[in-house]
């Protein structure tokens, strides 16, 4: 059928008509209430689940801040404006997970730039090693005892 004929109109506002998105009532959609612990549950099994999917670096966006509830609403620290973008198109995959597995469409997020919270990056191996002795100060008397250089 040629885009330009009489029929393929008629044809293409039949096609719109029946593709129309319903409305949705909001007012019908559920909204129980759920507790902090289950809601930090749903928000640490989409975390995981972006994992799973080799979707890392989304993860690690949401982990970089520590997230609070307050109410329904999910306040979430970012550390700069360009991550902050990219929590915000994530929010729509996120808080239809939220609200699908918490059964509450009250839920919103709000995303807040908060400079403190930058996570440093570790690349000398002096700095991987301080933190590894953050972690396990064991391994400072280790390498003291064996009178180890670490050298990378």
């Given at each position: 059928?040629?885009?330009?004929?009489?029929?393929?109109?008629?044809?293409?506002?039949?096609?719109?008509?029946?593709?129309?998105?319903?409305?949705?009532?909001?007012?019908?959609?559920?909204?129980?209430?759920f507790?902090?612990?289950?809601?930090?549950?749903?928000?640490?099994?989409?975390?995981?689940?972006?994992?799973?999917?080799?979707?890392?670096?989304?993860?690690?966006?949401?982990?970089?801040?520590?997230?609070?509830?307050?109410?329904?609403?999910?306040?979430?620290?970012?550390?700069?404006?360009?991550?902050?973008?990219?929590?915000?198109?994530?929010?729509?995959?996120?808080?239809?997970?939220?609200?699908?597995?918490?059964?509450?469409?009250?839920?919103?997020?709000?995303?807040?730039?908060?400079?403190?919270?930058?996570?440093?990056?570790?690349?000398?191996?002096?700095?991987?090693?301080?933190?590894?002795?953050?972690?396990?100060?064991?391994l400072?008397?280790?390498?003291?005892?064996?009178?180890?250089?670490l050298?990378?």
């Amino acid at each position: 059928m040629s885009n330009y004929s009489i029929k393929s109109v008629v044809v293409k506002q039949e096609v719109l008509r029946n593709f129309k998105e319903e409305e949705i009532d909001e007012a019908s959609l559920p909204r129980e209430k759920f507790t902090e612990k289950e809601f930090f549950d749903s928000f640490n099994t989409y975390v995981e689940t972006l994992k799973a999917q080799g979707e890392r670096i989304q993860a690690s966006t949401l982990e970089m801040g520590e997230p609070t509830l307050h109410g329904t609403v999910l306040d979430l620290q970012v550390p700069n404006k360009t991550i902050r973008d990219e929590v915000h198109r994530e929010e729509a995959k996120l808080l239809g997970f939220l609200r699908k597995s918490l059964s509450n469409y009250d839920i919103s997020l709000n995303i807040i730039e908060n400079e403190e919270i930058i996570h440093k990056i570790r690349v000398t191996p002096d700095e991987k090693f301080a933190r590894l002795v953050e972690l396990n100060p064991l391994l400072q008397d280790f390498k003291r005892t064996l009178d180890l250089k670490l050298v990378f």
